[in-house]
């Protein structure tokens, strides 16, 4: 008697168990492997060196019929194996895109020894072009659609800098990418550039001077206490950065516009710079703006030790980060070199990637979002409401509805109980309550950096697909399995 669709699915159930090797212990035999430091832990390691398209994901709930774009990712995975001694920022840039991918340093292998650029950080739009971001080189021009890259520096060497920041912000009033770079004039120089771009690639302000922010008048620099390595160091094999616990964090402080500076006793082609007195560092920037009375206004994140251990002096042992979200003023009368703290604390624990609504850059906003860690729910006064804890999400991408600031969805990669090959989540941005919609992935990725969202030009206009998708389908009967 044949068995029953009941009996079939328990055999091959009880076969995939059998089979599953990533639970079978010794099953590497004794063997190494150049890739093991990073993709670790070897038995639930996220999916990588992969590419390929899926037409359809399993939605959870219905996407708002007035949502239409793309999210575009940066996630890092080496095309090479990485040599041993890299932190986890080393490596290729690959971007996977919510609805459409392809990896853009496949398509010419050329290209991967063209430059040191390796578009790993973030991923943006800007001037008809996807711009794949890392801050050792220019940006890798990439086709919106297809992801096919176009080319590399696509401002076609108008910036002399070899550098390009991977946190450029949009002005909305005047319609620029405000940009800079360190190590502007090569590797282990100390020029600092900053500069702005037009839509259409033509650069101007360019003055000589990781994340940091723009007001009306004003570009303020995070200058984190991370040391270069000397030539020698670097040639025997040495991280290129260092962190010193005895250096300051810096604030860096230009006009937008060093030509003609917006404020009294400043000289054309000034810059000033302000210490922090408490030892830590800011790696992520939010919002920005100049008061009534000129005075500017900086949020970010503030952790008290580096985050990124691997670049701690050797031996140092592993020691919790902990942090803050505070608010930074700086009078643009201040003498450089005054000592700063922060003006006001809002959030009391560790926290990253702040997200802004950038239609509304360079003025007073009231709303950011972002991830946090260790969160003390014991504060009354922030009327926090009771989560779960557990799990982990990546830096939130806002998508705005029409004119009200921070109103719209937030779409996020999380990965917790229940769901461990990872989710794509939709909140509103006014409701945290519960998602709007759930995207199940397929396997586990790997964690990206950064993202953004980039709205679709023609809202009535399906986005392009990659491939067509498969039209019919015959499904294999349950029967003919018992002869395999």
């Known amino acids: 008697m044949a068995p029953t669709p009941a009996e079939l699915a328990e055999r091959f159930l009880d076969l995939s168990k059998s089979n599953d ?36 994901l399993v939605v959870y709930g219905e996407i708002p019929s007035d949502i239409s774009g793309t999210f575009y990712r940066i996630i890092i995975d080496p095309y090479m194996p990485p040599d041993e001694r890299n932190g986890f920022v080393e490596g290729d840039g690959w971007p996977p895109t919510f609805g459409i991918y392809r990896n853009p340093y496949t398509n010419d292998p050329s290209t991967r020894y063209a430059n040191d650029s390796t578009g790993n950080t973030n991923i943006i739009y800007w001037g008809g072009n996807v711009l794949a971001l890392a801050e050792r ?21 108008q910036v002399k800098a070899l550098t390009f920041t991977a946190h450029a912000k949009w002005d909305p009033k005047t319609n620029e990418l405000v940009t800079w770079g360190y190590e502007a004039k090569g590797l282990l120089t100390t020029a600092v550039v900053a500069y702005n771009l037009s839509e259409d690639g033509n650069a101007s302000g360019v003055n000589w001077v990781h994340d940091g922010w723009i007001t009306e008048n004003w570009i303020i620099l995070s200058g984190m206490p991370l040391v270069t390595a000397s030539d020698e160091e670097l040639r025997a094999g040495s991280q290129h950065w260092k962190y010193c616990h005895e250096i300051p964090q810096m604030m860096i402080v230009s006009p937008r516009r060093p030509e003609t500076p917006c404020c009294p006793g400043w000289k054309v082609g000034e810059f000033r710079q302000y210490a922090v007195e408490e030892p830590g560092l800011t ?25 990124f251990y691997f670049w701690n002096p050797p031996n140092t042992p592993p020691t919790p980060v902990e942090g803050k979200y505070v608010r930074w003023s700086i009078g643009p009368n201040q003498p450089t070199d005054s000592k ?19 239609r509304f850059n360079t003025q007073r906003q009231n709303i950011t979002f972002m991830v946090g860690a260790n969160v003390l729910r014991d504060e009354p006064a922030l009327g926090l409401p009771p989560f779960n804890s557990g799990g982990q999400v990546a830096e939130p991408c806002f998508i705005p509805q029409p004119e ?44 990206q950096l950064h993202g953004n969202w980039v709205p679709n030009p023609n809202p009535s206009t399906k986005l392009p697909r990659l491939t067509k998708p498969l039209k019919y389908v015959q499904p294999t009967a349950i029967g003919p399995l018992n002869t395999i």
């Not at 590399?152 to 060497?157: C, K, L, Q, S, W």
Request: proline fraction near 9%; charge should be negative; include cysteine.
């Open 283 to 307: 790696v992520h920037c939010g919002a920005a703006w100049e008061d009534k009375h000129g005075m500017i206004q900086m949020e970010s994140q503030w952790s008290d030790l580096n985050p």
């Open 137 to 157: 080189g220019l940006p890798w021009a990439i086709d919106p659609d297809t992801l096919e890259t176009r080319r590399y520096d696509p401002f076609a060497g």
């Open 404 to 447: 009200v600031e921070g109103d719209g969805w937030l779409l996020f990669w999380t990965a917790r109980e229940g769901a461990p090959r990872g989710e794509m989540i939709l909140s509103d941005s006014n409701d945290f309550t519960k998602p709007v919609v759930v995207i199940q992935m397929p396997f586990v990725l790997q964690g």
């Open 340 to 358: 700063i703290m922060p003006t006001k604390e809002y959030l009391p624990w560790w926290n990253e990637f702040p997200t802004v609504d950038d």
């Open 21 to 56: 090797w990533t639970k079978t212990p010794g099953t590497r035999d004794g063997m190494n492997s150049k890739w093991e430091k990073f993709y670790y832990p070897h038995e639930s390691r996220p999916q990588g060196r992969w590419e390929g398209e899926i037409d359809e």
